[in-house]
């Protein structure tokens, strides 16, 4: 299995960043052919979504998030730690993404990105990927 990581450096507090050329950039690199990648975020306040990445769309997300889990509502969390909000959404959101790689592409449906989601921002993340070959 190979193991690589992602740099992310988000500059909101929540954000959704489109990170499939990065995750296709390290396929062509390791001339990836057949097999799976594990894509893996390690942090608890950020997660992963497979969906559109159209900018409204995106928009509509973080509106959703809100609505959900409100950023100034009252959580117990926040008295030794100001990101509930960020914990909550992250925990209802993919923390890994499972993605076949066939001749060196992602199978990806027409309109799928992988998105990663800042969600206690800004910070320096990380997406750790792994390569198993089928
Ligand atoms: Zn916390």
Known sequence: MIYKEIAINTQ?????????????????????????????????TAALV?????????????????????????????????????HLISSLLCKSLVIPVAKGRLELGTWERVLFVELDGPRARKVRAYFVNG
């Open 12 to 44: 909101s507090r929540r954000e959704i960043i489109d990170i499939t050329e990065s995750v296709e950039r390290l396929v062509n690199d390791l001339s990836f052919g057949d097999g799976l990648i594990d894509l893996f975020v390690p942090h608890a």
């Open 50 to 86: 497979l969906n559109e990445g159209e900018r409204g769309l995106i928009q509509d997300f973080l509106s959703m998030f809100e609505r959900l889990v409100p950023e100034h509502g009252k959580y117990m969390h926040n008295s030794i730690d100001n990101n509930a909000d960020a």
